[in-house]
């Protein structure tokens, strides 16, 4: 190879490296990019995850509460009935 070929040949290799380096680069920075938005999701869901735990500790038992109200009324019904 005549000295100019060889020096195109290292040239344009030298420039594929320089790609190849920026490529990958941007790889480890897309990636880096995403495991901080996991992280972040992550971290939103265990917030959610404790305020439903919060929620689901401090509601109101309807169904208890309903079922009490209808034994009270049944026997409400059953003293009137029998005090008539």
């Known amino acids: 190879m005549p000295t100019t070929e060889a020096e195109s040949v290292a040239l344009e290799l030298e420039r594929l490296r320089r790609s190849v380096d920026v490529g990958f680069a941007t ?11 996991a992280d972040q999701t ?12 919060a929620l689901e500790r401090t509601r109101w038992p309807l169904p208890s509460l309903a079922a009490a109200i209808s034994c009270t009324a049944l026997a409400l019904t059953i003293w009137q009935s029998m005090g008539r």
């Open 42 to 53: 992550d971290k939103t869901l265990d917030e959610h995850e404790s305020r439903i735990d």
């Open 27 to 37: 790889t480890r920075g897309d990636l880096a990019l995403l495991l901080q938005r």
